[in-house]
């Protein structure tokens, strides 16, 4: 038998004479009245989906909660709503092409994809040590401005989604002076298949240095008024401090990397441990807390972005002592004919690189449309390569079968691993919580379900 509750918007199924537990489905309401209406029936057990329509889920996850009064007993979550199947698409892809399919899987972080991707197709090439330094200098500037906005935006909506639209506000007005920064060299503000197999696709424009330069102390004051909004704020602290706690033992045993880890304490950052790009040139600090909460991990965030700036101040001086190098190998078997640049509209290809293409040179207009429509042919083997996302651990295997298309090129999200820890932050706490826990693990679904 079944009976309707109104007022608490909830159903409960009385049971059977079996002896089966009667089960709750709340569609709404306020939780007191629920937890009230579930009292009086004799029963405290509820069990209901969080998402994937709930705002803190951004209608791409699925929460299932089982819940005594207001505290989550069990919570487990449900993936795959978002599967583009990315992985495999870019197996009919060229090499080059496949960056433009890969950029979308953490769409928050997109450098980073492409970074690690080319780094492992430049191992099967053997061209790691070949690759320009300005090209370098270029990727660690393309990925210290995104690992920025990434913090930005989680920063922002976890704010927003406990209710202070400021922290959002403030953090994407920041997130929007770095964009200005990426789309002036790239020409894209996300998904820019700007890193490619060898180096770079394009110069930086003139002024660009310039630009860096003007965007950091913006990007700074942003950075600022955040810590002043949150930092101190009585009821910021009281609603993340000591909320959604993971210490090492848990990390070290779920696989969980990024901030999470450091929140527990350990400097674990691959481009101290790994370096890739030269990042072992470059003067920064690795943030470490050993509160393992919510909060800690809202910090780190913070100063990871303040360190971040540090870097992109050194590659603005690095481009200008680079004026004029190379941003792609030599290989002409790899390299397009004639070096990309963005044309004087901000978009397409600049008049000088279509006039050599396309009237100095017959050879490199064929050779420019075999390495567009062919690519080139990557040595059969397997590669790993990975990178510091701004979530964690990113690593890339890769199968050539001696082709031009990838065999295989499977993803090591931070996200995927991070989300496994959604249980152990949020089981025997409240139920306001899991917003809160969701907001700090700062996982993108594009990211976990590729």
Known sequence: ??????????????????????????????????????????????????????????????????????????????????????????????WTQGVTFCTRMDYVA?????????????????????????????????????????????????????G?????????????????????????????????????????????????????????????????????????????????????????ALGITGPILRSAGVPYDLRKSEPYAGYETYDFAIPTSTDADAYSRVVLRLEECYESLKIVEQCADRLEQLEGAPVMVADKKIALPSQLSVGSDGQGNSFEHIRHIMSESMEALIHHFKLVTEGFPVPAGQAYAAVENPKGFLGVHVVSDGGTKPWRAHFRDPGFNNLQALSALTEGGQVADVVVAIATIDMVLGGVDR
């Open 1 to 94: 038998m079944t009976t309707e509750h109104t007022a608490p918007q909830a159903t409960a199924g009385l049971g059977d004479d079996d002896g089966t537990a009667p089960e709750f489905t709340v569609f709404g309401g306020d939780w007191s009245d629920v937890a009230e209406e579930a009292t009086r029936l004799g029963e405290q057990r509820l069990v209901f989906n969080m998402g994937p329509q709930h705002p803190s889920t951004h209608g791409v996850l699925r929460i299932m909660l089982e819940v005594e009064g207001e505290t989550v007993t069990e919570c487990r979550a449900g993936i795959g709503y978002l599967h583009t199947g990315i992985e495999k698409n870019m197996e009919y892809r060229t």
């Open 110 to 162: 997109p450098m980073f994809n492409e970074a690690v991707f080319c780094m492992g197709a430049e191992k099967l090439l053997g061209i790691t040590d070949e690759i320009p330094e300005r090209a370098n200098v270029l990727r660690v500037l393309m990925m210290e401005l995104t690992r920025i906005g990434s913090h930005l935006v989680a920063i922002g909506t976890g704010g927003n989604e406990m």
């Open 164 to 252: 202070a639209t400021t922290v959002m506000t403030t953090a994407f007005i920041g997130r929007e002076e770095t964009f200005k920064v990426i789309e002036a060299i790239t020409g894209l503000r996300v998904n820019n298949a700007y890193i490619r197999p060898g180096g770079v696709a394009v110069d930086t424009p003139e002024g660009a240095v310039q630009m860096i330069r003007e965007m950091i102390p913006k990007v700074r004051q942003r950075v600022d008024e955040l810590a002043l909004l949150q930092l101190e704020n009585p009821i910021f602290k009281g609603r993340l401090q000591g909320v959604a706690t993971l210490d090492l033992a848990a990390c070290m």
